[in-house]
């Protein structure tokens, strides 16, 4: 709960407040400050979030014109509020009282809270200042922002999870597994199909540090290259290859690639600290085009950093969702269907704009067909449809390391193989992969389906006819919020 002051300036008789607060439904009688005849107090403990409510002097409905204003949805002019979970308010907003709650604000904060009254102000601002249709003339705010409800989401998304942690995604307890660069490919390719992992940190034994990461990309590049190798793929060619080997012939490609016959430096690791925000962690997933980062603490004698913990955006979206769920009310952008949304990818019959058109492949096309699409792509999954555009299953990225059940890997031929029967052999249960929805559903309904680790991917389908008509990432939610 957070003190919130209401102040009414204009004197009265007997003044009440009431609000969203109590659902309207009780008058709470406000005090004369001693001293100051034409000002009453009063102050309420509250939940963080928006809170309209209006003063009752004399018997009659005022509002405070100086404070920002929101018309409801029956026609009322209300005064609005929002009140943030670290806020420390004082009763004016005079300079005077700011300076003598300096002090304060800080021991308690360690903020001054000038700072805190900014931001919120700022808020409210994003909220409210939409004009009235009434054309009455409110009090026009100092801040000359764009206004959209878009900017409120990510303004207040951007305060939450800049005061949030690395700390805040971690377990009390649990598992992290790291893979020695000299171990066979064989066995990477089985640890993470028996784990349920898309990715695993690399150690180096003789630097004593993590190195790098190998993720499902490496092992569709890995089986890409051998099948144009060899007709068959068996299991002696995987077995034999270290990581660190592989991870030297895809250096040397990316070398001949670029067509310099100059050294190229390898990329340094991409890696996060406990107590990073949260949003840095995001951005930087976003910005390097990864799925995950690992997080790594100093050791006390720093000879060796400790991995804690492997962050990815899965994570971040649970952590979003447990805290915007008790402010929904107040956030009408989260209930507003996807397809009015600018995120996602479309097909081309739906007539969103957009840089990217949905692409799909038919369960009856090779294997090869899926896994060069998913790189050349840079995609991280593909719809699989029948021939009337139903959807059938979803081909991902990481369904690769299912082909290491049974060493299923040894027995297909990635031109002769069709995708249906990768499904088959990988004995893949879609359901846990990928979720649905339609361009009906709310915003909110699709993160939460995308905060399981589990689900990458929510495929938007026709409700009737199950034809695919889009698909929506991870990655399309957070470089919607974060842009």
């Not at 171990?183 to 992992?197: C, R, T």
């Not at 805290?323 to 097909?347: I, S």
């Not at 915003?443 to 929506?472: C, F, K, N, P, T």
Request: charged share 20%; proline share 4%; hydrophobic share 40%.
């Amino acid at each position: 709960m957070v003190h919130k002051v209401f102040t009414w300036r204009y004197g009265g008789g007997r003044v009440f407040l009431c609000g969203s607060f109590n659902g309207w439904t009780e008058r709470i009688q406000m005090i004369n400050v001693e001293g100051c005849a034409t000002v009453f107090q009063r102050i309420l403990d509250l939940q963080p979030g928006y809170y309209q409510y209006k003063y009752l002097v004399d018997d009659v409905w005022r509002v405070d014109e100086e404070q920002h204003c929101v018309q409801d949805g029956f026609g009322m002019i209300n005064n609005v509020a929002y009140v943030e979970e670290t806020e420390i308010l004082c009763p004016s907003f005079s300079a005077q009282s700011l300076h003598q709650n300096q002090e304060y604000s800080r021991l308690k904060t360690g903020f001054p809270v000038s700072l805190t009254l900014v931001c919120d102000l700022l808020l409210v601002w994003l909220l409210t200042n939409q004009g009235t249709p009434s054309g009455g003339s409110l009090h026009k705010p100092v801040f000359q922002l764009p206004i959209n409800e878009i900017d409120v989401l990510r303004y207040r998304l951007s305060l939450h999870l800049s005061s949030s942690t690395v700390y805040d995604l971690m377990p009390d307890s649990g598992k992290v597994f790291a893979l020695d660069v000299g171990a066979a490919v064989k066995q990477a390719f089985h640890l993470m199909y028996e784990e349920g992992v898309a990715v695993l940190p690399l150690w180096d034994e003789q630097n004593t540090k993590i190195v790098g990461m190998l993720t499902a990309s490496d092992f569709i590049s890995i089986l890409l290259q051998l099948d144009r190798n060899r007709a068959i793929l068996t299991d002696e060619e995987i077995e034999e290859h270290t990581i660190s080997a592989w991870k030297d012939i895809k250096f040397r490609h990316h070398r001949e690639v670029s067509g310099t016959s100059q050294p190229l430096c390898r990329t340094a690791l991409i890696q996060a600290g406990p107590d990073e925000s949260l949003k840095d962690v995001a951005l930087r997933i976003l910005h390097n085009k990864i799925s995950a980062v690992p997080i790594l603490s100093s050791s006390e004698d720093g000879s060796c950093p400790n991995l804690l913990f492997i962050a990815c955006l899965s994570g971040i979206l649970k952590h979003i969702c447990r805290h915007l769920r008790r402010h929904l009310e107040f956030l009408p952008l989260l209930q507003q269907p996807v397809g009015n949304l600018p995120l996602g990818t479309w097909a081309r019959e739906i007539g969103k704009s957009g840089d990217r058109l949905l692409l799909t492949l038919r369960a009856s096309e090779p294997l090869s067909s899926a896994l060069n699409l998913l790189i050349q792509a840079r995609v991280s999954s593909v719809p699989i449809v029948d021939d009337n555009g139903i959807l059938v299953d979803v081909y991902c990225r990481s369904d690769i390391t299912s082909l290491a059940n049974s060493n299923g890997y040894t027995r297909i031929q990635l031109d002769q193989t069709i995708i249906s029967q990768a499904l088959e052999i990988a004995d893949v249960t879609s359901q846990s992969r990928y979720q649905t929805c339609t361009r009906f559903d709310s915003l909110y309904r699709v993160m939460e389906l995308l905060s399981d680790q589990a689900v990458r991917r929510v495929i938007v389908i026709e409700a009737s006819s199950r034809q695919v008509e889009g698909i929506i990432t991870l990655r399309d939610i957070f470089s919607y919020f974060l842009a």
